[in-house]
C-alpha cells in the first residue's frame, strides 16, 4: 500500500532540497512521476471555433489595420487551456488569416514549415519559391521550411484560409531562424502550375533532389483532386469504423506525409455514420469543408458545421457523427511522431 503523506517530504527531507537548492540540483524522486506519467495527460482542452463568428471579427481586424501593417493578419486560435499560449495544441500554431483584394502579405521565410488550408480562395495567390498557385475552397496549401512565400490579392474578393504551423516543435529545439525579404513580393521565377507539372504526374527524374528536402515538392494539393479520390474509395470500399473514409496527403517522392513534422489527410463520413471510439497520440486541428458533425472528445461535445475548426488534444477518446454528408481535413504532429517512434493509438 501506498503511504506517501499528500502533505509533502518530511521536515529533514525539506531541509535537504533547500540545501541542494542553490547548488542548482533537485531531487528526481520528488519529480518522477510527473516526469514520466502512466499515459499522457494532455493539458490542452477539446474546442471548436465558429467560422461565422471568427470571420465577422477577422474582417473587423482588416478593417483596423493592413495586411502590410500586421505582417501576417491572423486571429489565433487559442488552446482555452493556455490563453495566450499561440496553441491551438500541445505543439501546434493555427490561425485564421486574411488577405483584403489588392493587398499582399510581404515575403519572409522561416524554419518553421506552415500550410493552409483554404476557405474562401477566390483566387487570391501564395508565391512559394518563386512560383505562384492560385487558391480555391479546400485547397491544401503548403510552404516548406525555409522557402520564400508570399500572398497577395488581385481581385476584389477577401482570401480567407487557416494557418497551421510546427513552429511550438521548432522553438522547443531553440532552432527558429527567420528572415525578410527586400522584395515585398518574389519575382515569379516559374509558371502557375510548374510544380504540379514536374512532380505530381507519378513521375521523377533521375538524378533531381528534391527541391524541398523532406517536404513534398507539391505545394497545392487542389480540393478537387483530392475529393475525387475520396469519393472514389468512398464508392467501392468498406468504411473503416474509427476513421471513416480517409485518405493521406502523400509526399510523392517517399510516399511519406507532405512535411517533415506535420501529418494531413482529408475524411469523408456519410449522413448518419457513427464512429466507434479513439485515442491517439498526436494533437489534431480538424477544418470542416462540408456537411456537419457532431463530435464527442474527453468531457466536451458539439457540432461542427462548414469552416469550423475543432481541437482535439493527445490521448483523449473520441468519437464523431455525422449529421449531414461530410467532408473534413486534419492536420496532426503525427508525422513527427513517426519518426521519433512515438506515435501510439488506442480503438475500442
Ligand atoms: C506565417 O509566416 C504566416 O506566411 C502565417 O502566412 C502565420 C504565424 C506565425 C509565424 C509565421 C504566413 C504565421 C507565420
Given at each position: 500500500m501506498q503511504t506517501t503523506i499528500?502533505?509533502?517530504?518530511s521536515k529533514e527531507r525539506q531541509a535537504f532540497y533547500d540545501k541542494i537548492a542553490p547548488k542548482h540540483l533537485s531531487p528526481l524522486w520528488e519529480a518522477l512521476k510527473g516526469l514520466v506519467p502512466v499515459e499522457p495527460r494532455s493539458k490542452f482542452t477539446p474546442h471548436v471555433w465558429r467560422f461565422d463568428e471568427c470571420r465577422a471579427l477577422l474582417m473587423e481586424a482588416g478593417a483596423l489595420l493592413t495586411a502590410e501593417e500586421a505582417e501576417r493578419r491572423v486571429l489565433v486560435f487559442e488552446n482555452p487551456s493556455m490563453p495566450?499560449?499561440?496553441?491551438?495544441?500541445?505543439t501546434m500554431y493555427s490561425g485564421m488569416q486574411l488577405i483584403l483584394p489588392g493587398e499582399i502579405a510581404a515575403a519572409h521565410r522561416h524554419t518553421a514549415s506552415a500550410l493552409r488550408l483554404v476557405l474562401?480562395?477566390?483566387m487570391g495567390y501564395t508565391a512559394v519559391a518563386g512560383e505562384r498557385t492560385l487558391m480555391e475552397r479546400g485547397d491544401f496549401v503548403i510552404t516548406p521550411n525555409w522557402a520564400w512565400h508570399d500572398h497577395g490579392q488581385e481581385n476584389d474578393k477577401p482570401v480567407i484560409w487557416i494557418d497551421g504551423l510546427d513552429l511550438h516543435i521548432i522553438n522547443f529545439f531553440e532552432t527558429a531562424f527567420s528572415e525578410h525579404s527586400n522584395d515585398k513580393m518574389q519575382l515569379q521565377a516559374r509558371q502557375i502550375g510548374e510544380s504540379q507539372a514536374r512532380w505530381g504526374s507519378n513521375m521523377r527524374p533521375f538524378?533531381?533532389?528534391?527541391?524541398f528536402g523532406a517536404t513534398t515538392p507539391i505545394f497545392n494539393y487542389k480540393y478537387k483532386a483530392s475529393r475525387e479520390a475520396l469519393m472514389a474509395v468512398a464508392a467501392s470500399e468498406s468504411i473503416?469504423?474509427?476513421?471513416?473514409?480517409a485518405l493521406r496527403y502523400v509526399?510523392?517522392?517517399?510516399?511519406?506525409?507532405?512535411m517533415p513534422l506535420i501529418a494531413a489527410w482529408l475524411t469523408h463520413l456519410p449522413k448518419g455514420f457513427e464512429s466507434r471510439e479513439l485515442r491517439c497520440t498526436d494533437g489534431q486541428t480538424i477544418v470542416m469543408l462540408e456537411g456537419e458533425l457532431h463530435v464527442e472528445a474527453g468531457d466536451k461535445s458539439f457540432t461542427a458545421g462548414e469552416g469550423d475548426v475543432v481541437a482535439l488534444p493527445s490521448w483523449v477518446w473520441r468519437k464523431v457523427r455525422a449529421s449531414k454528408d461530410a467532408v473534413f481535413f486534419t492536420f496532426s504532429d503525427r508525422s513527427a511522431q513517426e519518426k521519433l517512434a512515438i506515435y501510439r493509438e488506442e480503438r475500442r
Open positions: 499528500a502533505a509533502g517530504p495566450g499560449g499561440s496553441r491551438i495544441t500541445a474562401e480562395g477566390n538524378n533531381t533532389p528534391s527541391p473503416d469504423p474509427h476513421l471513416g473514409y509526399n510523392p517522392l517517399d510516399g511519406g506525409w507532405p
